[in-house]
């Protein structure tokens, strides 16, 4: 009886871990009938959907477009498991890096994180951008004639909504060689963000000055009919100075491309020394000039890769210089085409 009493305790425990099992069988395939996956193949060729079998020879894909889907293993050069978080737009997965911090010249208070370095090559030079900690970045920026040299700084920080990120940063360049390093100039900003990664607008204001370290010819005071006339100074002109402000923002039209958008409004100020003719004296009088800059830039971008963007801009610059001289006055207008190549490293 003792006997027949330990075969049935442990006929009980078989079954027991026997149905434990099933449950967790069923589970898995549960969980793995609705996982989402990303399928690359070797020729670059992607693959979002749920995997619906693996034999260790093929994969059977269930994709939202084009419905199931056989994939030989040999062809398959990664599979990617998705955390959630990541959106699929179309049957194709969203792409998310770093270049989502940039518009065209401005920059949103999203942060670089640690180990998202990148650079950017337009038309007119290139760019890196290096960040040191998950909240601090710092970016060189330059001409292909290396004149001006920008040295770029960020610092973001996250507020107690997810979807509101603020910053400040600095520019400081300098013109180089040129001018033997006379020129100098800098922008200090700060912006607020509204939006993810994939959406999102950026308000920003800051405060720019340039020193361009030209020479220009300042007259001494006197009579122009005695010696004094002819003798002069030379020496720098006074620096433009103003207030900046910009709106900015970009929304994510497919898995791999987004429109941008990138504004910018600038009212800056300059004193000049101007000679005046008085009788027979040469008086030396301050006058202001006044430049307002407006600057609209839409443009198309697309992610070739996790690691590589393309964009392409359209802009409008519209310029209007405020002076006593009429004949130096007045709006003038240009556009500003700007091509962009991303890539992280």
């Not at 075969?7 to 099933?22: E, G, Q, R, T, V």
């Not at 693996?54 to 398959?76: H, N």
């Not at 001494?220 to 002819?230: D, F």
């Not at 405020?322 to 190549?341: A, E, Q, R």
Request: positive net charge; proline residues 3%; glycine residues 8%.
């Amino acid at each position: 009886m003792k006997t027949l009493n330990q075969m049935l305790k442990l006929n009980l425990l078989c079954l027991a871990l026997m149905f434990c099992s099933s449950v967790f069988a069923q589970q898995e395939s549960k969980d793995s009938a609705t996982q989402v996956y990303q399928i690359i193949k070797n020729d670059n060729t992607s693959y979002v959907g749920i995997i619906l079998s693996d034999d260790g020879r093929e994969v059977l894909i269930q994709t939202e477009t084009l419905g199931k889907i056989y994939i030989p293993k040999s062809d398959i050069k990664s599979m990617k498991k998705f955390d959630g978080k990541t959106e699929i737009i179309h049957g194709e997965a969203s792409v998310n890096n770093s270049f989502s911090t940039r518009y065209s010249f401005t920059t949103n208070a999203l942060p670089i994180k640690k180990g998202e370095n990148y650079s950017m090559v337009n038309l007119y030079g290139p760019e890196v951008h290096f960040a040191l900690t998950d909240h601090f970045s710092l970016g060189v920026m330059s001409t292909w004639i290396a004149s001006p040299v920008v040295l770029a700084a960020k610092y973001s920080a996250k507020t107690g909504n997810e979807k509101v990120n603020v910053s400040v940063g600095a520019l400081l360049g300098t013109s180089s060689y040129i001018n033997n390093f006379r020129g100098s100039g800098g922008l200090l900003f700060a912006n607020i963000t509204l939006g993810d990664r994939e959406k999102n607008i950026t308000i920003a204001g800051g405060y720019g000055y340039m020193k361009l370290g030209r020479q220009v010819t300042k007259y001494k005071e006197g009579s122009y009919e005695s010696s004094s006339y002819s003798s002069f100074t030379t020496g720098s002109p006074e620096p433009i100075k103003g207030p900046i402000m910009s709106v900015a923002g970009i929304y994510k039209v497919g898995a791999k491309a987004s429109l941008v958008l990138d504004a910018m409004l600038g009212h800056f100020s300059q004193d000049e020394v101007v000679p005046r003719y008085e009788g027979t004296k040469i008086i030396n009088t301050k006058e202001t000039n006044s430049y307002t800059a407006l600057f609209v830039m839409p443009g198309m971008r697309f992610q070739t890769s996790d690691r590589k963007a393309f964009q392409v801009s359209l802009a409008g610059v519209t310029m209007n210089k405020n002076t006593n001289d009429s004949n130096n006055s007045g709006p003038v207008s240009f556009p500003l085409p700007m091509v962009t190549w991303f890539r992280n490293f």
